[in-house]
Nanobody, 120 residues
């Protein structure tokens, strides 16, 4: 199982970015996907998560500014982030809770991360 993220980059304060993360490989079920971020000197924190049936959760700092969605057919999770501030600067990681075969427990997989830099 591999997760490949894209969409990071440099943006001015007040701007927006859309991150994408695609799961590929041999698996039978994706339970949920999520985005985390880690700023320099800080711990990794949840930004937003979405389950396969569409239930979402957001960090309080992103409420009203971020929107997460998952394409169940393509196994891609999207994170639309608006009104970005320098405090949003971090490496953003996607993860996915995936069952590789029937009869096995699911495992959590992480993508390599994508840098988001917001300039003031």
């Amino acid at each position: 199982v591999q997760l490949q993220a894209s969409g990071g980059g440099l943006v001015q304060a007040g701007g927006c970015l859309r991150l994408s993360c695609a799961a590929s490989g041999n698996f039978v079920q994706v339970f949920n996907m999520a985005w985390y971020r880690q700023a320099p000197g800080k711990e990794r924190e949840l930004v937003a998560s979405v389950t396969a049936n569409g239930a979402t959760k957001y960090d309080v700092s992103m409420l009203g500014r971020a929107f997460i969605s998952m394409d169940n057919d393509k196994k891609i999770v999207y994170l639309q982030m608006n009104t970005l501030t320098p405090d949003d600067t971090a490496v953003y990681y996607c993860n996915a809770d995936i069952r590789r075969s029937w009869g096995r427990d699911s495992n959590l997989y992480w993508g390599p991360g994508t840098q988001v830099t917001v300039s003031s």
